[in-house]
Nanobody
């Protein structure tokens, strides 16, 4: 079993930055890909960014050029650097990791972008 713990959420003004972190513990040798999803009020959860074990990344169009996903395999941690934040980025952000035929989720961290 793998446990994921997110941190780094909070409130920020438009144009500001936040960095989310998600650390994995447990049966971590089975982890392959890592990613971040988000769910805004009244909307479905959507994929924000993913990164493979080899470092290949992919982003939803709305965050390209503003968000950067990275990972530290030695620390079993994935990061999401969010710059130029917009009110529409307001959501609960969830960490997701997968491997060995299993998928794991964090409990989420709230990001609020408001003036």
């Amino acid at each position: 079993q793998v446990q994921l713990v997110e941190s780094g959420g909070g409130s920020v003004q438009p144009g500001g930055s936040l960095r989310l972190s998600c650390a994995a513990s447990g049966n971590i040798f089975s982890i392959d890909g890592m990613g971040w999803y988000r769910q805004a009020p009244g909307k479905q959860r959507e994929l924000v960014a993913v990164i493979t074990r080899g470092g290949s990344t992919n982003y939803v169009d709305s965050v390209k050029g503003r968000f950067t996903i990275s990972r530290d395999n030695a620390k079993n941690t994935v990061y999401l650097q969010m710059n130029s934040l917009r009110p529409e980025d307001t959501a609960v952000y969830y960490c997701n990791m997968w491997g060995g035929g299993m998928a794991y989720w964090g409990k989420g961290t709230l990001v609020t972008v408001s003036s």
